[in-house]
């Protein structure tokens, strides 16, 4: 969706502020959008202009802050290396392989996924797929193929990098069919190799909603696993049966990561459809899933945020992620910032195309600056005068709090602006409203 407006200005200098934050996997407001498959355009081949796009073109906000590449759809093709499909971006059909392997160059992708990871974005590679060939005869070959998938796409070298020097992340485990049969040796020794590199290294799973998964919930409870992107659609325990307390099951998966997973600190997505043709089933209004996702985060300490399935749909849907950013937090998302001061000297009109995400340039005879900013603290919205603090308990750590729920500190009133847990009131999140000083 775009606007067109006139802007009359005199000489003036603007400044563009965009924050880069680190990606932070303890966070309970990530969002996880699959990139790769092209949802979008298979179910809708003439709607040229919602085609997928490279990566880098979804990284153009601060919307989402992980990019799952789907997939590497064959552990062991040509050569005894793995192939990747990457759908109308990069394929074995339309793009060169490596000599003696099935495994396509996309190395012209490399440029897009650093710009991608330079706005503070992860982006892994995502193992599996529902038409996935996968698995291990036995553990020995599957800690073997730790070191394969290291040296691709990971901290290590390869003359045959699908990605050329771009480094990814992580990996994801998208199992869907098969046997388990060495998962678990597989991911210690890559754990074991990520722990040796020389940044942070992930790795997620994405197992259906129901409990156990058929095909990796062993796997679930014998590794450790950052974060699992729970798929709550195409069944029973779908999001559509949100309502539903005995089908709806956040709260088994909840109880799975604290007290059988053997990370305890294992996060707990939210796993959607971005449109009704992303899924079977399973896809709700923005409206609906920004009740549940506000509701799901204030009840669950091991909720991580919301994986959607997949970034064409989300675009060719409205932004639908950008409905759901909003949600995690609260209500308080702007896709930019922009702070524009000016000063009268002559007079200019430009028209100018602005986007729900982007920030475009304008043109006129003007002096322009751009800045970059790493920190932004909002300020707490204050009132004068003493208040009435009785009956009001005090701020607690450990405690979710909900937008309108109140809470005294340090002598003083505040109100909760949207859900939080262990931001201070005063502090530089600025989830709380200063209402006065008790009386």
């Known amino acids: ?69 789907a997939f590497l759809d064959e552990f062991y093709s040509t050569g005894n290396l793995p192939s990747i499909n990457l759908a109308n971006t990069c394929n074995t059909a339309d793009d060169p392989v490596f000599p003696g392997t099935n495994l396509p160059n996309c190395s012209f992708l490399a440029s897009s996924i650093k710009t991608c990871q330079a706005a503070g974005k992860i982006v892994t590679m995502s193992l599996g797929g529902a038409t996935g060939s996968n698995g291990f005869a036995n553990d020995s070959q599957a800690a073997a193929y730790a070191q394969t998938i290291w040296d691709l796409f990971l901290g290590g070298s390869s003359s045959t990098r699908p990605f050329g020097s771009a480094v990814l992340d992580g990996i994801d485990m998208d199992i869907e069919g098969g046997s388990q049969t060495g998962f678990v040796s597989f991911l210690s020794a890559l754990r074991t190799l990520m722990n040796g590199g020389s940044k942070p290294y992930y790795i997620t799973a994405a197992p259906q909603c129901p409990y156990p998964d058929a095909y990796i919930g062993t796997t679930l409870n014998q590794f450790g696993f950052d974060a699992v992107y729970v798929q709550f659609y195409n ?83 409205s932004r639908y992620d950008i409905s759901v950013k909003n949600a995690l937090l609260g209500g308080t998302y702007s896709p930019t910032t922009t702070t524009t001061t000016a000063s009268t000297t002559t007079t200019t009109s430009t028209t100018t195309t602005t986007s729900t995400t982007t920030t475009t340039s304008t043109t006129a005879t003007t002096t322009t600056t751009q800045s970059t900013s790493t920190t932004t603290s909002p300020s707490p919205t204050s009132t004068s005068g003493t208040v ?52």
């Open 235 to 317: 069944n029973y325990c779908g999001l559509t049966n949100y309502n539903n307390p005995n089908a709806w099951n956040f709260g088994t998966w909840d109880n799975w990561a604290k007290t059988v997973s053997p990370n305890p600190n294992v996060k707990v997505y939210i796993g959607a459809p971005a449109s009704s043709s992303a899924a079977g089933s399973g896809y709700v209004t923005p409206s609906t899933i920004t009740t549940i996702i506000q509701q799901t985060m204030a009840q669950y300490s091991s909720f991580g945020g919301v994986m959607l399935w997949d970034a064409s749909q989300a675009y060719a849907n």
């Open 388 to 439: 009435s603090c009785a009956g009001v308990a005090a701020w607690q750590t450990g405690v979710a709090y909900v937008g309108g729920n109140e809470v005294t500190y340090g002598g003083d009133l505040w109100t909760a602006k949207w859900w939080s847990e262990n931001d201070v009131p005063g502090g530089a999140a600025g989830d709380w409203t200063y209402d006065g000083v008790c009386a």
């Open 1 to 69: 969706m775009s606007s067109k407006f006139s802007l009359t200005c005199v000489l003036f200098l603007c400044l563009v502020t965009r924050t880069i934050a680190v990606f932070d996997m303890s966070s309970n407001q990530n969002l996880a959008v699959y990139w790769g498959q092209d949802s979008y355009g298979a179910v809708n081949p003439s709607d040229t202009a919602h085609l997928q796009q490279t990566i880098s073109y979804y990284c153009n906000d601060n919307v989402i802050n992980t990019f799952p590449v």
